[in-house]
């Protein structure tokens, strides 16, 4: 008896629905093969086999447990955060964060449950290296060094506009202005210190690739100071000024990445770690750098001169 793909089998019962709308319900959960949910749109099903599509069923969303593992001892992890995954849960509702996928890493590494500390965090939108700690003792050296500011932080991010300059420091302390939002405190408003060094990776034009080395780690550090320079990041929708046409190319997000993360072990010896950036992440380099090409080719200047110092 010959066998057919199950989108192919609906779509010959659902006439009125189309082939994309027919596949999602598949992966949601809504279609069931003999009164079972099959939920891979590529499995095959026989004439005799009864297949129903109920629009009304609870869509079942999937959700995507994995973990990059970039460094593993007894006393820490350190992991890659996709972007628009939260470090750790805000609220009781939400199932999946960071925090979640390695504490069940860890209670299958260990057979059972098992410590995990959040040691810092990367905003919800921001990918990139983290570590959590697996023993008490790496939680209180990791906080120890964080405090120091000893822990090597480097991110690399899209900001608009060409900087001035190839390399700086911007030495602005920070002020909290209402629940989400901060801002550079003003002369005779106390901050928190706040230090970013900064240096030019790559120039395009519109826009500039840079490294940002955390000498502090305040909430929204580097978003903020780049944004108080004149430079906000690409997709910042918090700190960037509304009032400002738009940036060119789309990108749904804050364009920051935390490529590097190293520290000291408790019990000495130095770990360094290194990942590169999302994908959408390098495909707004990649039409960046389309874009300063076209303008060289065309006789338009790819890269105006820096904007003034602030």
Do not use: C
């Amino acid at each position: 008896m010959d066998n057919t793909r199950i989108v192919r089998r609906l779509a010959a019962l659902y006439p009125a629905e189309t082939a994309s709308r027919l596949k999602r319900s598949v992966i949601e959960g809504q279609v069931t093969v003999n009164g079972a949910v099959v939920d891979d749109p590529g499995a095959l099903v026989t004439e005799k086999d009864t297949v129903v599509f109920d629009p009304n069923r609870k869509v079942r969303r999937k959700v995507d447990t994995s973990l990059t593992i970039l460094y593993q001892d007894d006393d820490a992890v350190a992991v890659v955060k996709p972007a628009g995954l939260l470090t750790h849960p805000t609220e009781a509702k939400e199932k999946d964060s960071l925090l979640s996928r390695v504490s069940s890493w860890a209670a299958k590494a260990g057979k059972g449950r098992a410590y995990v500390g959040v040691v810092h965090r990367l905003d919800k939108e921001t990918s990139g290296a983290l570590v959590f700690a697996r023993s008490r003792k790496a939680m209180v050296s990791l906080q120890a060094q964080l405090r120091a500011h000893t822990v090597d932080r480097r991110y690399v991010a899209v900001v608009e506009g060409n900087l001035a300059g190839d390399q700086g420091t911007f030495d602005w302390p920070i002020l909290e202005e209402g629940e989400r939002r901060k801002r550079v405190a003003r002369d005779g408003e106390t901050g928190i210190k706040a230090v970013t060094d900064w240096k030019v990776l790559e120039r395009f034009g519109i826009a500039t690739l840079v490294e940002a080395r955390l000498r502090t780690g305040r909430t929204h550090q580097i978003r903020i100071h780049f944004s108080h320079a004149g430079h906000p990041l690409v997709g910042d929708q918090v700190y960037r000024d509304p009032k400002k046409p738009g940036f060119p190319i789309p990108f749904k997000r804050q364009a920051l990445h935390a490529g590097h993360l190293g520290w000291e072990k408790p019990d000495g010896g130095k770990v360094s770690v290194s990942t590169p950036p999302a994908r959408d992440f390098e495909e707004l380099l990649s039409e960046l750098r389309k874009r300063k090409a076209k303008a060289g080719r065309s006789g338009k200047p790819g890269a105006p001169g820096p904007s003034k110092k602030r």
